[in-house]
């Protein structure tokens, strides 16, 4: 059962609501304990006891949520209930109500959201009664302080606030309000401003969402990066206040981001973290203990908060940490135990950390890798070979059959340059550890043979290599033979390889198909599969058995087997009705409107039935290539094939153009010689190649009649194809 169901947790918000109190109550306690920031969880509940008038009980749950939920509307309510219960209780009450407005504006007052509070709060100073001058002159003084406040906070009712503290200090005094209203006035400016900004990384968040252990989902992906964009916007400080003022509202922010993140770990380590740079450790410390206490199970927050405590000099306090770790975690992994023996060794001394390790070994529980660990520390920092091989010894006894442990130890024998043990231990491991499970330790045997031993034993490794590799092949004599690929496999060295990279992308194919080649398998899955085998240097390892390594279990690969080969003749396409000319009425209409070498560079491209290309590149593109022309200028030019424009468009000029003759039948001589010598000059300029550089692509473009915002990939120097725009430089 999920017990962070969202859906029923609002049907059971629901159901409280039509029960008595008494009923409701159970409901909501389970609810908030799933859900413990949930604010309208809280403001539901303590209203039913409100309703009820069961105010003590009210209050104890308004101490159990009011600083943990910064939230406006709680608040209110709190505020609310505080106003209704001192309301008979005449200056005394009043008095109460007004350390309650104070309580409630130290820790909301900066919410974007607390302009009516700050309203209200005014409002309910000056309606309290005076008796005395001395007190009318300290209620004004207290007015005019929350008036400053309040001016100073991005809210929704800044504006507001500023013209209500305009008109009172002008009611109380008009000489002294122009020195505070030029003081103030800079400062309510940037309070404004600050808003607008503000308000745009707000409007991002979702109010309403409740706290959950992150799915992963898109919503709650952008949940979290609205938060931290806001937490940057507020660590930038862009109100320029004073460091105490700008920490006490990126605090704020911080708490109401928990509101809704509560089950992120990175959220709780920043926010701790940030308390440390800022030089408050005891907040960082309190915010880790509050981060540990909500979510328990987070190893990697306990390990961070042992970290604070530990380099602030808290021993005791990150022994602790350790040591409780190590009670929940000890049956489940040994990196508990490996984290605190490097613990003491580091506080309390070496005998502190072989005593641990003495007792760690001897539980079931304990793993090759508490060995492992406590060797490579005695050997790095305790410069004692003779305990570290020890130790290894010790664990051999244990760990023979385990290929990790094996191949730790040889890497610390070769540390030794102890070539002799190295060999006896590869020879030990292999006489015990399964074909299947071996194969790590012959790839490192033949490789420790390549660096110590000279070409009979590198051989000879190998060929015992493949004899003991090939009972787990299904083709035995084949595993058994040489291979060029076994010759680049021997003679690399690092990122250094005796092919170039074609070569070894060949020799990896060849290798697989030669495996291959006996299974019986259709078209389609040799197809796919060849390239799975296709290697570069980078992804070769390095040894004799480095022939074909598994894919990575890090990325997720579609199953190629299950794939169908591209066909464009299965797809069924649009049926278009083609005209005489082979093309639609559409592209015939657009092809009257071209110039000759568009004209015959479109008609020339291969037909495709594949998916359609991005037009705006594609356009892009062609503005920066150049183009041969289709024709010569001056020269007659042939029928343009697949192009029918005769019918609609009449007779065209040797460039393309539309000859219409003039109105009365006869055109002179000079009015024809002036528009072949233009048609001339047309077609010259759209023949011309077109520059690479934009800015004389751009000179280009306005000679030529075409607006700057036509440049780029929606502009042509003959005009639109795709509009049906005809350009400046084609008309006559």
Partial sequence: MDIYNVEAAEILANEALLLPIAEAAPIYEKLLATFPTAVKYWKQYVEAYIAANDEETAKQIFSRCLLTCPHINLWRCYINFIKRVNS??????????????????????????????????????????????????????????????????????????????????????????????????????????????????????????????????????????????????????????DAAAANRRITFTYEQCLMYLYHHPDVWYDYATWHAKNGSTDSAIKIFQRAVKALPGSEVLKYAFAELEESIGAIQPAKTIYESL?????????????????????????????????????????????????????????????????????????????????????????RLNDDRNVRALFERALSLLPPEESVEVWKRFAQFEQIYGDLSSMLKVEQRRKEALSKTSEDALLSLENTLYDVVSRYNYMDLWPCSSKELDYLSRQEWLAKNMSKKSDKSVMLTSVVGPTLDKGNVGVGANAKLLPLSTRVVRPETSRMIIYDPRQIKGPVITATSSGYTKEVDDIFKMLSPPIMSFITNLPAIEGPSPDIDIVLGVLLQSTLPAGHDVGKPSGPVPGATTTDLSGPRNQNGSVHRPPRDGQPTKRKAIERQEEEDAAAAAQNRAMPRDIFRLRQIQRSRGVAPAQSGSAAMSSGSMFSGEQSANSSS
């Fill in 88 to 241: 008979k209780r005449g200056s005394d009450g009043q008095e109460e109500t007004k350390k309650a407005f104070d309580f409630m504006l130290n820790y909301v007052g900066n919410d974007v959201a607390s302009g009516p509070v700050w309203m209200e709060y005014i409002a309910f100073l000056k309606s309290m009664p005076v008796v005395t001058p001395q007190d009318e002159s300290r209620r004004m003084t207290t007015i005019r302080k929350v008036y400053q406040k309040a001016i100073l906070v991005p809210t929704s009712h800044v504006e507001q606030l500023w013209k209500d503290y305009d008109n009172f200090e002008n009611s109380v005094s008009r000489t002294l309000a122009k020195g505070l209203l030029s003081e103030y006035q800079p400062k309510f400016n940037s309070a404004r401003a600050v808003y607008r900004e503000r308000k745009k990384y707000i409007d991002d968040i979702d109010w309403s969402m409740l706290a959950i252990p992150s799915t992963g989902s898109y919503k709650e992906e952008q949940q979290c990066m609205a938060w931290k964009r806001l937490l940057t916007f507020e660590k930038g400080n862009p109100q320029r206040i």
């Fill in 326 to 414: 190590v009670a929940e975690n000890a049956s489940m992994t040994s990196l508990a135990h490996i984290q605190f023996i490097r613990f003491l060794r580091r506080t309390e001394g070496i005998e502190a950390a072989r005593k641990y390790f003495l007792e760690a070994r001897k539980l079931p529980s304990c793993t090759y890798h508490v060995y492992v660990a406590y060797a490579t520390m005695s050997f790095c920092l305790d410069k004692d070979a003779k305990v570290a091989q020890n130790v290894f010894e010790a664990g051999l006894k244990k760990f023979m059959q385990e290929p990790g442990y094996v191949l730790e130890y040889a890497d610390f024998l070769c």
